[in-house]
């Protein structure tokens, strides 16, 4: 089998959460699979290089793991909803990786529970990526954010909107548009969702969808999943799956390293607990001790959002 070449970028942030997240991958890879995982981290993130060494040979010794310190070029980009300009990283991969035609990009918020294979294999001729819908396509999600400045150069990405948590990168692709060029002059708007909307924004018409299966968001709840069918944005089928036997859990929002009681986090704990290398890297008791809001809580903060007009 081809070697599936998979990339995290992060900085000093995420050490050890990028370390349970290879780490989750390497150990559901299916038989006869090897992996080249690409670590692209701020100098301050450098530390990780050691671990993550360790994390690989312990599971796969026949997987390599290749390094790459950069400063970040994006460091001054546009930084929302506590999310680092380390986000932007990624859009520096099809000149840091002139000769990789394809590459998986995940966030270091991941659980992978089954093999990628299926994933890697996907057809991208004509296309710069496939990733999975997001949830900014819901009509009240896509309707809050109908009166952001830029949000005229999404109209037609209506019911297409992709997370960008998990993005199987055709870079040769990407480097054949020139596109790479136009992310980076663009990391200086003030986009709410970063990179997510830069991608978005550029690929449009190019973009291959991926079952949800591969990026199941765990913020969502079965009633969410509801309603991506009966919007028409995910069939019957891929929402049963992506329930049931997701491939990768995505903890986007909040993450279960600081709250034990996020929605699907105890799924997170089970596997890291279970690792001898990276139990200790996490203090599963200060998580259970943090709780988040209740649901009365969350229904009222989620109706505040819906009708505020606070924007960028």
Same mark, same amino acid.
């Given at each position: 089998?081809?070697?599936?070449?998979?990339?995290?970028?992060?900085?000093?942030?995420?050490?050890?959460?990028?370390?349970?997240?290879? =780490?989750?991958?390497?150990?559901?890879?299916?038989?006869?699979?090897?992996?080249?995982?690409?670590?692209?981290?701020?100098?301050?993130?450098?530390?990780?290089?050691?671990?993550?060494?360790?994390?690989?040979?312990?599971?796969?010794? =026949?997987?390599?793991?290749?390094?790459?310190?950069?400063?970040?070029?994006?460091?001054? =980009?546009?930084?929302?909803? %506590?999310?680092?300009?380390?986000?932007?990283? !990624?859009?520096?991969?099809?000149?840091?990786?002139?000769?990789?035609?394809?590459?998986?990009?995940?966030?270091?918020?991941?659980?992978?529970?089954?093999?990628?294979?299926?994933?890697?294999?996907?057809?991208?001729?004509?296309?710069?990526?496939?990733?999975?819908?997001?949830?900014?396509?819901?009509? %009240?999600?896509?309707?809050?954010?109908?009166?952001?400045?830029?949000?005229?150069?999404?109209?037609?990405?209506?019911?297409?909107?992709?997370? =960008?948590?998990?993005?199987?990168?055709?870079?040769?692709?990407?480097?054949?548009?020139?596109?790479?060029?136009?992310?980076?002059?663009?990391?200086?708007? !003030?986009?709410?969702?970063?990179?997510?909307?830069?991608?978005?924004?550029?690929?449009?018409?190019?973009?291959?969808?991926?079952?949800?299966?591969?990026?199941?968001?765990?913020?969502?709840?079965?009633?969410?999943?509801?309603?991506?069918?009966?919007?028409?944005?995910?069939?019957?089928?891929?929402?049963?799956?992506?329930?049931?036997?997701?491939?990768?859990?995505?903890?986007?929002?909040?993450?279960?390293?600081?709250?034990?009681?996020?929605?699907?986090?105890?799924?997170?704990? %089970?596997?890291?607990?279970?690792?001898?290398?990276?139990?200790?890297?996490?203090?599963?008791?200060?998580?259970?001790?943090?709780?988040?809001?209740?649901?009365?809580?969350?229904?009222?903060?989620?109706?505040?959002?819906?009708?505020?007009?606070?924007?960028?």
């Amino acid at each position: 089998m081809e070697t599936l070449r998979v990339v995290f970028c992060f900085d000093e942030n995420l050490v050890t959460q990028v370390q349970a997240a290879a =780490a989750s991958l390497l150990d559901a890879r299916g038989p006869g699979e090897r992996f080249e995982i690409h670590c692209v981290c701020t100098p301050a993130a450098g530390c990780a290089a050691d671990a993550m060494e360790r994390v690989v040979k312990k599971r796969d010794p =026949a997987s390599a793991l290749v390094m790459h310190g950069m400063e970040n070029p994006y460091a001054n =980009a546009y930084q929302v909803r %506590d999310i680092s300009a380390g986000t932007y990283l !990624r859009l520096a991969l099809p000149g840091l990786l002139p000769e990789v035609e394809r590459i998986l990009y995940m966030d270091a918020d991941v659980l992978v529970r089954e093999s990628l294979a299926p994933l890697w294999e996907t057809p991208l001729a004509g296309k710069t990526l496939a990733a999975v819908k997001g949830a900014v396509n819901l009509s %009240d999600k896509w309707e809050w954010n109908s009166d952001r400045p830029y949000w005229h150069l999404l109209s037609g990405m209506k019911g297409g909107y992709i997370n =960008a948590g998990v993005t199987l990168l055709h870079l040769a692709e990407v480097r054949k548009r020139g596109l790479d060029a136009r992310w980076h002059e663009m990391t200086g708007e !003030r986009f709410y969702y970063q990179d997510q909307d830069i991608l978005n924004i550029t690929c449009q018409g190019t973009i291959a969808y991926l079952p949800p299966k591969y990026n199941r968001l765990a913020y969502l709840n079965d009633q969410d999943f509801g309603q991506f069918v009966t919007e028409g944005i995910y069939t019957q089928e891929e929402e049963r799956e992506a329930l049931q036997s997701p491939a990768i859990i995505h903890y986007a929002g909040d993450k279960p390293w600081k709250r034990y009681d996020t929605n699907l986090g105890s799924l997170w704990w %089970d596997y890291v607990t279970a690792q001898p290398d990276l139990r200790e890297l996490f203090d599963e008791e200060k998580a259970r001790r943090c709780h988040g809001p209740t649901f009365g809580q969350r229904a009222v903060r989620k109706v505040k959002k819906l009708f505020s007009r606070e924007k960028l």
